[in-house]
């Protein structure tokens, strides 16, 4: 079945240490994101990539960093540099600059300990 | 600046009524679209509706349908006959229909729904 795929699930995380999270997507889209949730919040944008070899920061990309060397592949690193990363990651897709429909992952849960 | 604003922290509805959750927005440009998503306890957020600016019907799909008052920037998202499962959150987002698709995000209504 076509999809999102986030891995890992749980993610724990010393403090100063970098970690990737993955997102696959087999739904042929052009266009990917990531967005950080924090309890009781709604979503916001960290970066997002209209194209292979392209990408822009969002609302709140300090401390991360991304690649989208694939069409399929979106990775997102959270740096030493990002003073509170413990949150919820979604990644999403969508078909392009003007499909109105934008699919998630479903999602990782990063922790700091 | 888009802004999507979700007054309603919690809701609660007895199984097979309906339950309208409210949304209102706000943006200068005359093009955008108008989502509702669900988001369970597991995490994963599932799309329900959406609604275009130049939409002349409101959307419907299924148990879920969006009242779009354009004039007072409103997007209620309305469920018919609640089922248990209905219990999750939810999310109203906007995005403009020019450029890329940035989605901004309300703070969500948690529903729960009663036998």
């Known amino acids: 079945d076509g999809g999102i795929t986030q891995s890992p699930k749980y993610l724990f995380r010393k403090e100063g240490q970098n970690v990737t999270l993955s997102c696959e997507q087999n739904?042929?889209?052009?266009?990917m994101y990531w967005y950080r949730q924090d309890p009781g919040q709604g979503l916001r944008l960290i970066y997002y990539?209209?194209?292979?070899?392209?990408?822009q920061k969002g609302d709140i990309a300090e401390g991360y960093s991304v690649s989208r060397e694939k069409k399929e592949s979106f990775p997102l690193t959270v740096t030493s540099a990002q003073k509170n990363p413990t949150a919820f990651y979604l990644c999403?897709?969508?078909?392009?600059?003007?499909?109105?429909?934008?699919?998630f992952g479903e999602g990782s849960w990063l922790t700091v300990v | 600046a888009q802004k999507i604003t979700q007054t309603q922290p919690g809701m609660f509805v007895q199984e097979k009524e309906a339950v309208t959750l409210d949304c209102t927005y706000d943006?200068?440009?005359?093009?955008?679209?108008l989502f509702w998503y669900k988001q369970p306890s597991s995490g994963e957020m599932i799309f329900l509706i959406y609604?275009?600016?130049?939409?002349?019907q409101n959307a419907t799909e299924g148990r879920y349908s969006l009242n779009f008052q354009k004039a007072r920037k409103s997007a209620n998202l309305v469920i018919s006959a609640s089922q248990l499962g209905d219990s999750a959150m939810y999310f109203c987002?906007?995005?403009?229909?020019?450029?890329?698709?940035?989605?901004?995000f309300g703070t969500g209504t948690r529903l729960l729904v009663s036998p």
């Open positions: 943006t200068s440009d005359p093009s955008y679209g």
């Open positions: 609604q275009g600016s130049y939409d002349q």
């Open positions: 990539s209209q194209i292979v070899n392209d990408f």
């Open positions: 739904l042929n889209h052009d266009a």
């Open positions: 987002a906007m995005s403009l229909t020019t450029g890329f698709q940035k989605l901004v």
């Open positions: 999403a897709s969508t078909g392009g600059l003007t499909g109105n429909t934008i699919y």
